[in-house]
């Protein structure tokens, strides 16, 4: 799939959120409205983060985690990777032995 294939998919699946929220059918929908903030802040809509925030003040705390359930529809449209980065942080030592301790 290639960028603008994903583009397309993420612009139709916020117009599905939005719909959603116009006809007023996001009450079974748990953390609508974080996952409603989410989306908009990485589309840059500054209308759906304002709708986020406005009509589920509750749900749409910026500083909340997202859910495991939000994740997976974000990795599942290709808003976040589904792959975690490798961490570069190098092996932790397994014994005493193994830290290296600078006495000057």
Not at 2 to 17: A, D, G, S, T, Y
Not at 85 to 94: A, I, L, M
């Amino acid at each position: 799939m290639n960028q603008n294939e994903i583009n397309e998919i993420q612009r139709k699946f916020l117009n599905v959120l939005m719909k959603l929220h116009n006809t007023n059918k996001t009450d079974d929908i748990p953390d609508f409205g974080l996952l409603l903030l989410i989306v908009g802040t990485i589309m840059d809509d500054v209308e759906v983060v304002s709708t986020a925030m406005t009509h589920y003040p509750e749900s749409a705390d910026p500083l909340a985690p997202a859910t495991p359930r939000i994740l997976t529809i974000l990795r599942q449209f290709h808003f976040i990777d589904s792959v975690p980065h490798e961490n570069n942080r190098p092996d932790s030592p397994t014994s005493i032995r193994d830290v290296n301790i600078n006495t000057n």
